[in-house]
């Protein structure tokens, strides 16, 4: 992957603005050697179809607008169709410039195609790889679902017999607290109702003028 990289940004940043550089001195040259007026006319014209072959070039890779590929295109088939013109028509001192430059249109026309492939075979690597991580992202999903499916489900059952436990406490208590509620009602009646009737008796026998105590507790209990 490193090396389709490489190879795509070679052609994209270093090569091809390269060829484009010494095409601009090209006609830089060509104005400063040239005074004819038709001939400098068409060096432009063919100038500006250079920058617009590097404009749209330049907006196909770094915008990815795909259809100035077909511009780019365009604007070498002009450019070698007018340079080749100009070659054979021009002066001698700017013939050799022309023909510089229509060398330098087709080595930009060969650079094209190469950048176009090895940024197609670099993006094809990368949506490969960007495949593979969703299918592992996709796995890592699913295993992490299974996973909580089965810490949800081993919470419900530890819920449930928190649960179950609870209620057996819950149960428990109240048997414990009848028992003891049972245990103080029946201590209550042995003990303080006994208490009190004995003392009942007690106060009668004062009231009748019987004032021995001992002689009512035992009559109570004789009851």
Known sequence: MVQLYQ???????????????QGVKAFNQIAKVNNNQKLLFEALVAHNLWLQMERSSTLFFNKKQFKQRSVVNQSISQLNQKLTELAQTSEANSEVHFASLLALTNRYQTLFAKSVQANRNFLGLINVVMAGDAVEFTNQAKLLKTQSLGLLSA??????EAVEIT????????AVGLILFLGFALFFQLHITAAI????????????GDFSPKYQIQNVKTK
Do not use: C, H, M, W
């Open 7 to 21: 190879t795509k940004s070679n052609y994209i940043d270093i090569e091809l603005p390269e060829v484009f550089q």
């Open 155 to 160: 919470i419900k059952k530890s819920g449930a």
């Open 167 to 174: 209620e057996v406490i819950i149960k428990a208590s109240i």
């Open 197 to 208: 009737k004995r003392l009942t008796y007690a106060f009668k026998s004062f009231l009748t």
